[in-house]
């Protein structure tokens, strides 16, 4: 049938148009610029791996051999290439460099 397989394509089609996501431009960011304690810890799990894996290191690695250690030293350092994505309502997402961020104290 002609006429449900056009319905079902302009479902698709919206389907499609309300996945799209607004990154927010920095200046107009409403969420704190505080890492919470699961991001911190998703950071360095993440970063340790790609050290792990052989990804460039940017900090000096003087008695240092443990990637989580590398990984904490360049946080501590803001030298660490990741971002933090928070996803808001309204299909909107602010993307935070994790060097502009204030780590938690624990």
């Not at 950071?43 to 340790?48: H, K």
């Not at 460039?56 to 030293?73: K, M, Q």
């Amino acid at each position: 049938n002609t006429s449900s397989f056009t319905k079902r394509m302009t479902q698709q089609n919206l389907l499609k148009e309300n996945s799209e996501v607004i990154i927010v431009d920095p200046t107009q960011r409403i969420t704190s610029e505080f890492m919470t304690d699961y991001e911190y810890c998703m950071v360095i799990g993440t970063r340790a791996t790609h050290i792990s894996q052989g990804s460039p290191i940017y900090v000096d690695t003087a008695g240092l051999s443990d990637p989580r250690d590398i990984a904490i030293r360049e946080l501590n350092e803001k030298k660490c290439p990741l971002s933090v994505s928070r996803k808001l309502p309204n299909r909107k997402i602010e993307i935070w460099e994790v060097n502009e961020m204030t780590k938690p104290m624990l």
